[in-house]
């Protein structure tokens, strides 16, 4: 079972590397999820994730696009 386990992690680890998001924070990056998950599993020492930014730019609503008016 451990060896299966090992498999997913290393092709889950290579297919992030290589498709999957450029550059996240850390509360929000698979890869950084990933290895959290590994160390639990393996039964290392693992830091608690940092709180995600609370800045007004990534809570407020999106802007309105445009509208077209027939000219």
């Known amino acids: 079972m451990d060896i299966l386990f090992n498999i997913?992690?290393?092709?889950?680890?290579?297919l992030?590397?290589?498709f999957g998001p450029a550059d996240l924070d850390d509360h929000a990056d698979p890869r950084v999820a990933l290895r959290r998950e590994y160390d639990i599993r393996k039964g290392r020492?693992?830091?608690p994730l940092p709180a995600a930014p609370a800045d007004a730019e990534?809570?407020?609503?999106?802007?309105?696009?445009?509208?077209?008016s027939a000219a």
């Open 8 to 14: 997913k992690h290393f092709a889950n680890k290579t």
């Open 45 to 47: 020492e693992v830091a």
């Open 16 to 18: 992030l590397t290589f």
């Open 58 to 68: 990534s809570q407020a609503a999106p802007a309105a696009l445009p509208s077209r």
